[in-house]
T-cell receptor, first 113, second 114 residues
Framework: AQTVTQSQPEMSVQEAETVTLSCTYD???????LFWYKQPPSRQMILVIR??????QNATENRFSVNFQKAAKSFSLKISDSQLGDAAMYFC??????????FGAGTRLTVKP | EAGVVQSPRYKIIEKKQPVAFWCNPI?????LYWYRQNLGQGPELLIR????????DSQLPKDRFSAERLKGVDSTLKIQPAELGDSAVYLC????????????FGNGTRLTVT
């Protein structure tokens, strides 16, 4: 079975601090893309960052970066200098060449002022 | 570009009643997804279209759920009859048919079955 596991249902971080959200996945495919999405209370899913499985270099987008470990099938998200607006549900996902796309159960991030 | 449009945003119905959700994807996006999201959970795939063809409907409860995507553009998801357990947010997403592309999501329809 192909799955995505986010082992932290909830995380909390102090404003301006750094937090890391964990994600592991399981697929028999060797080629795929990985994504992190943010979902605020408005329900709109917003792309945070993506990573190609064949690229060893970890993706970064401003304050967001990933730690991609292909052999371990791990794809964690690091948020630096956390802001109040970062508070949301965060979902890890992968997309296969077949266009099959699966999501994890999510991590609720709270940012404390 | 205009985003993915879904309607209605909210729907409250009594059990055993029918309900339909509509999705207008981003122009040119061949791939369309319907997901169901239970409270505090991640999106779970119901059905995926490549143009007008349903290529993955293995998770769609076919005894009560149906979907269509006319002319490979707009899509409708229907439930008949609705059950209490169908209460959830129904998300539509679209993307180009390239797995390096992210999905673009609509705002979802929150369904409450009483």
């Amino acid at each position: 079975a192909q799955t995505v596991t986010q082992s932290q249902p909830e995380m909390s971080v102090q404003e301006a601090e750094t937090v890391t959200l964990s994600c592991t996945y399981d697929t028999s495919e060797s080629d795929y893309y990985l994504f992190w999405y943010k979902q605020p209370p408005s329900r709109q899913m917003i792309l945070v960052i993506r990573q190609e499985a064949y690229k060893q270099q970890n993706a970064t987008e401003n304050r967001f970066s990933v730690n991609f470990q292909k052999a371990a099938k791990s794809f964690s998200l690091k948020i630096s200098d956390s802001q109040l607006g970062d508070a949301a549900m965060y979902f890890c996902a992968y997309r296969l060449p077949t266009n099959d796309m699966r999501f994890g159960a999510g991590t609720r991030l709270t940012v404390k002022p | 570009e205009a985003g993915v449009v879904q309607s209605p945003r909210y729907k409250i119905i009594e059990k055993k009643q029918p309900v339909a959700f509509w999705c207008n994807p981003i122009s040119g996006h061949n791939t369309l997804y319907w997901y169901r999201q239970n409270l505090g959970q991640g999106p779970e795939l119901l059905i995926r279209y490549e143009n007008e063809e349903a290529v993955d409907d293995s998770q769609l409860p076919k005894d009560r759920f149906s979907a269509e995507r006319l002319k490979g553009v707009d899509s409708t998801l229907k439930i008949q009859p609705a059950e209490l357990g169908d209460s959830a947010v129904y998300l539509c997403a679209s993307s180009p048919s390239s797995y390096n592309s992210p999905l673009h999501f609509g705002n979802g329809t929150r369904l409450t079955v009483t």
